[in-house]
């Protein structure tokens, strides 16, 4: 399955904005999917974690409450809302896939995900 994110941008402290990931080659709804970020010098850390199957999603703490995930199976997409957000959160943001699946608050490593999309640019600023 070949992955694209899109929806990045800039946006103020405190706004909203929405990622999409899209698959092609494959059914999304029989793969987990996942976000990572990665900002300026530092390492690609979790986000989110979507199990296919059965839809056990865990989030990380730093976006829990404030982020949600959705699948949308006509489009073929995992779609990323991003509400309240901060500086923090600027970062470029990955959407992953895996055909594996995890327990609710497992925070799977990076390495568990064989397909990632190439990246799209976050920037919360004012």
């Known amino acids: 399955v070949q992955l694209q994110a899109s929806g990045g941008g800039l946006v103020q402290p405190g706004g909203s904005l929405s990622l999409s990931c899209t698959a092609s080659?494959?059914?999304?709804?029989?793969?987990?999917a996942g976000w990572f970020r990665q900002a300026p010098g530092k390492e690609r850390e979790f986000v989110v974690v979507?199990?296919?199957?059965?839809?056990?999603?865990t989030f990380a703490d730093s976006v829990k409450g404030r982020f949600t995930i959705s699948r949308d199976s006509a489009r073929n997409t995992v779609d990323l809302q991003m509400n309240s957000l901060k500086p923090e959160d600027t970062a470029v943001y990955y959407c992953?896939?895996?055909?594996?699946?995890?327990?609710?608050?497992?925070?799977?490593?990076?390495?568990?995900?064989?397909?990632w999309g190439q990246g799209t640019q976050v920037t919360v600023s004012s």
């Open positions: 979507s199990s296919w199957g059965g839809g056990i999603t």
């Open positions: 080659g494959g059914r999304f709804g029989l793969y987990t």
């Open positions: 992953a896939a895996t055909r594996r699946r995890f327990a609710s608050g497992a925070y799977p490593d990076q390495s568990t995900f064989g397909y």
